[in-house]
């Protein structure tokens, strides 16, 4: 296991040996640690980034953000639907070579 702690440096002197006494004491249970993972264990089904994602939609939703951005939050989804189809649309032009064959507009 891996930890990091980062803090301003005047309370290096001070933490720091109050976290290694604590990461010392850090083990896993019987049966819990990574040697000991057979095929066919429970794993997780989602990834970190959908428990940080999932978390904060869950504290919007308590905090009553969501509700206050939910006109935002549907308009930049289709804000970014209409680009990537405008996108999707331009990438087919030009891989099918009609980009090509269109001549500039003169003015």
Request: proline share 6%.
């Amino acid at each position: 296991m891996n930890v990091d702690l980062v803090l301003d440096p005047p309370f290096v002197e001070s933490v720091v040996p109050k976290f290694d006494a604590l990461v010392s004491g850090l083990y896993f249970l019987p049966g819990n640690s990574y040697s000991e993972f057979r095929p066919g264990d429970t794993v997780a089904k989602y990834g970190l980034t959908a428990l940080v994602a999932g978390g904060a939609a869950a504290v919007a939703a308590k905090t009553g953000l969501l509700a206050k951005l939910w006109k935002l939050i549907v308009a930049a989804i289709a804000g970014l639907a209409a680009l990537l189809g405008r996108a999707w649309s331009y990438l087919k032009r030009v891989l099918s070579g009609k980009a090509s064959e269109e001549s500039p507009k003169q003015g």
